[in-house]
């Protein structure tokens, strides 16, 4: 079916709809987790979705919708309903850019102190002690460092995370199973300043809401794994679909650093951000980043030590929700701060008591466990 020539809005699923008829969903018919899912991954009402590339049996079918291309089943696409885009389209041509902000992304360049062990032990002696007046207490490293931050590294897939990874650790890292997961996950090692960071590469995710192992590792090391700080990586060209990690991770831990990337693409398609005023908006530092060419990286470690020591207070944005949810947390809130006040649990009261209203039950059951226990030690009656 296509939209061409169409006068009335007719509402169809959108697996009925013909390749390249671009089109504009109306509402989901899916329920609960497939629902959410969806919403996840960017097929919100409102959006303009195009049907790109249907695979030779016909299923499944790449979407292009908010900037990424998404591949969905026949009873996914089912489940959304559409309509023909009747909305004014915007000129990409138009001149309305920030060239600050393509020049921000010239601010840093790759870190000459980001020195890994295997690096430096192939550095001459002279070599060695030039290195040394840039990076105080780099001589003398051998062997697997000992860090003094951990940084876990999280963003919706293919926003460059694995690249800015690759670029601040070098050589220094390696893949492994996580513990109890046959999910591969990267460490890696980066010295800024004289100081080693451990980072995680973790899973690329679009929620904290898990539907998958890859997920299910990168929520559980973001919410208990205590990370000193989490960067999240963001694609400057696409940025509103990956701003809903950023708030869902806004909610979890305030010591968290927006890395922009990308922004010399978003540059070359006229694409102008405030970047003061979205990290005035979101509470947390927004810095500019081109992983793959290294720039920007100096002051991301920058703004990363300065938020891991406290010398950066954020102050994140807490989204509110309606009367009847914002109700029960207020409501049950104040005991759950009671009982993590007996465990060692830094998760904030407010997002567990979200989390244990909302309908993902692994997570749920998670921290029933957590609380449960606190209970018990402390002698508590639930």
Request: proline share 5%; aromatic share 8%; hydrophobic share 40%.
């Given at each position: 079916?296509?939209?061409?020539?169409?006068?009335?809005?007719?509402?169809?699923?959108?697996?009925?709809?013909?390749?390249?008829?671009?089109?504009?969903?109306?509402?989901?018919?899916?329920?609960?987790q497939a629902r959410r899912r969806l919403l996840h991954i960017g097929f919100v009402p409102g959006a303009q979705v195009t049907p790109i590339r249907r695979s030779p049996t016909g299923d499944p079918t790449a979407y292009s919708v908010r900037g990424a291309m998404v591949a969905l089943r026949r009873e996914q696409a089912d489940e959304i309903m559409v309509t023909p885009d009747v909305a004014p389209s915007h000129d990409s041509e138009s001149p309305d850019n920030d060239i600050n902000t393509h020049r921000a992304c010239h601010l840093g360049q790759v870190p000459a102190c980001l020195i890994t062990p295997d690096n430096l032990n192939r550095?001459?002696?002279?070599?060695?002690?030039?290195?040394?007046?840039?990076?105080?207490?780099?001589?003398?490293?051998?062997?697997?460092?000992?860090p003094r931050y951990t940084v876990a590294l999280a963003g919706n897939p293919n926003t460059g995370k694995s690249a800015l990874f690759n670029a601040l650790t070098g050589l220094n890292q390696h893949?492994?199973?996580?513990?109890?997961?046959?999910?591969?996950?990267?460490?890696?090692?980066?010295?800024?300043?004289?100081?080693?960071?451990?980072?995680?590469?973790?899973?690329?995710?679009?929620?904290?809401?898990?539907?998958?192992?890859?997920?299910?590792?990168?929520?559980?090391?973001?919410?208990?794994?205590?990370?000193?700080?989490?960067?999240?990586?963001?694609?400057?060209?696409?940025l509103e679909r990956n701003l809903d990690l950023v708030l869902e991770i806004l909610e979890v831990t305030s010591r968290v650093v927006v890395a922009l990337n990308l922004v010399d693409e978003a540059y070359r398609k006229k694409i102008s951000i405030d970047i003061q005023g979205l990290s005035s908006s979101l509470g947390v530092p927004v810095v500019p980043?081109?992983?793959?060419?290294?720039r920007?990286?100096?002051?991301?470690?920058?703004?990363?030590?300065?938020?891991?020591?406290?010398?950066?207070?954020?102050?994140?944005?807490?989204?509110?929700?309606?009367?009847?949810?914002?109700?029960?947390?207020?409501?049950?809130?104040?005991?759950?701060?009671n009982v993590i006040q007996r465990d060692s649990c830094s998760l904030p009261p407010r997002w567990i008591a979200l989390r244990l209203l909302d309908g993902d039950p692994e997570l749920r059951e998670e921290l029933f466990e957590r609380l449960t226990r606190a209970v018990s030690e402390g002698g508590m009656s639930a």
């Open positions: 079916m296509t939209f061409r020539g169409t006068n009335a809005v007719e509402e169809v699923s959108l697996s009925s709809v013909s390749t390249y008829a671009t089109c504009r969903i109306s509402r989901l018919a899916s329920k609960d550095l001459t002696h002279r070599a060695r002690i030039r290195l040394a007046y840039r990076v105080p207490g780099v001589m003398g490293i051998r062997g697997k460092p000992t893949t492994g199973n996580w513990p109890g997961k046959t999910v591969r996950v990267a460490e890696g090692f980066s010295m800024h300043k004289g100081a080693w960071f451990r980072l995680i590469d973790l899973p690329g995710t679009y929620s904290l809401l898990a539907s998958s192992k890859e997920e299910e590792v990168a929520r559980d090391f973001i919410c208990f794994g205590a990370p000193d700080v989490t960067v999240v990586v963001t694609d400057a060209t696409c980043t081109v992983a793959r060419l290294g920007g990286l100096r002051r991301l470690m920058d703004t990363v030590q300065a938020v891991a020591d406290r010398h950066i207070v954020t102050d994140p944005l807490q989204p509110k929700y309606d009367e009847r949810v914002e109700g029960i947390v207020n409501l049950i809130e104040p005991w759950i701060e």
